[in-house]
T-cell receptor, first 114, second 115 residues
Framework: EAQVTQNPRYLITVTGKKLTVTCSQN?????MSWYRQDPGLGLRQIYY???????DKGDVPEGYKVSRKEKRNFPLILESPSPNQTSLYFC?????????????FGQGTRLTVV | GENVEQHPSTLSVQEGDSAVIKCTYS??????FPWYKQELGKGPQLIID?????GEKKDQRIAVTLNKTAKHFSLHITETQPEDSAVYFC??????????????FGRGTSLIVHP
């Protein structure tokens, strides 16, 4: 089954403790991205990647890192999480970066930083 | 960059009524406009999309319209059912310039269909 898998689904952590949210897709998609969803603000892009070893900042990249060492994986790293990073996070992938390409989203990771 | 405004933020209708969600965009280079539905506890899923060379597209009970001159596009759901209750996002994707091919999403509309 074609899918985007995120782990974990839920995470509660403390301020400053490094964490990684994993994202994996099995559709051989070139383009992957991370979004955060906050009430009243919709989906805001954090980082995106056009292909292996190619990443770029989205609209809200501060406090986040990403890597794209393999085509299927695109982890989101929070080196020193803070409470303002409490949010619902989504990973998405599409066949290539381009217009007219459907984005497939993961199930989401709800992160709470205390 | 692109800016997408979406209204209303909440829409409450009775089962069987129609629902309309409207979006405006700012970048004239945008040429692809997808709509996503997000059910509770799930990620957004594409339900319909429209390209700039088309004014209207229909798929069963849902339709999208696009007015490129006015830079607005709308989602129309007819004969609403309780299972249509969800958050709906519009997006605009520019084909050139900074941020090309990266979708910008609206803030979402929470649609509630009362049985």
């Amino acid at each position: 089954e074609a899918q985007v898998t995120q782990n974990p689904r839920y995470l509660i952590t403390v301020t400053g403790k490094k964490l990684t949210v994993t994202c994996s897709q099995n559709m051989n998609h070139e383009y992957m991205s991370w979004y955060r969803q906050d009430p009243g603000l919709g989906l805001r892009q954090i980082y995106y990647s056009m292909n292996v070893e190619v990443t770029d900042k989205g609209d809200v990249p501060e406090g986040y890192k990403v890597s794209r060492k393999e085509k299927r994986n695109f982890p989101l790293i929070l080196e020193s999480p803070s409470p303002n990073q409490t949010s619902l996070y989504f990973c998405a992938s599409s066949f290539r970066q381009g217009a007219n390409n459907e984005a497939f989203f993961g199930q989401g990771t709800r992160l709470t930083v205390v | 960059g692109e800016n997408v405004e979406q209204h209303p933020s909440t829409l409450s209708v009775q089962e069987g009524d129609s629902a309309v969600i409207k979006c405006t965009y700012s970048d004239s280079a945008s040429n692809y406009f997808p709509w996503y539905k997000q059910e509770l506890g799930k990620g957004p899923q594409l339900i319909i999309d429209i390209r700039s060379n088309v004014g209207e597209k229909k798929d069963q009970r849902i339709a999208v319209t696009l007015n490129k001159t006015a830079k607005h596009f709308s989602l129309h759901i007819t004969e609403t059912q309780p299972e249509d209750s969800a958050v709906y996002f519009c997006a605009a994707t520019p084909s050139r310039g900074r941020g090309s091919y990266i979708p910008t999403f609206g803030r979402g509309t929470s649609l509630i269909v009362h049985p």
